[in-house]
């Protein structure tokens, strides 16, 4: 069984401003102070998700059954299993020297080529977790 997700809260969004109505036109509304994200990157995000939640479903996909024909069903890999399979192929792009280094001492570069899949989201994050950045 799914976690059951929070709605937000019911604190509006944004706020009218009467005063600036004018015939013909409505109230501008002004949102409030929006809070600090927790996390700058993806990657933190991800670093964070498998610490809150290392057994929930991260990763999924429809498997082919024996016919070709894709299945009704996700098949689902874990926060924790997804972030062991990104700490593996990041260790081996750095040691078969995959990511290539740019003009910039500081950056690392893979190009991605792959159909929307999970191996996709995968390469990714490894290249995150490696020190690099990837093109898709």
Not at 57 to 83: C, M, N
Not at 84 to 111: F, K, P, V, W, Y
Request: charge should be negative; proline fraction near 7%.
């Amino acid at each position: 069984m799914r976690a059951s997700i929070t709605p937000p809260s019911s604190k509006p969004l944004a706020t009218a401003d009467a005063s600036t109505a004018k015939d013909g036109h409505g109230a501008t509304y002004t949102a409030g102070v929006p809070t600090a994200p927790e996390c700058a990157t993806m990657f933190e995000y991800l670093q964070r998700s498998v610490q809150r939640n290392p057994t929930g479903d991260f990763l999924g996909h429809r498997p082919k059954g024996a016919d070709g024909v894709v299945g009704p069903d996700y098949e689902w890999q874990s926060y924790e299993t997804v972030f062991g399979r990104i700490q593996s192929l990041a260790a081996g792009l750095l040691h078969h020297d995959m990511i290539a280094q740019t003009t910039d001492a500081n950056e690392r570069i893979l190009g991605i080529y792959m159909k929307n899949r999970p191996e996709w989201v995968l390469a990714h994050y490894a290249v995150m977790y490696a020190g690099g950045f990837s093109v898709a």
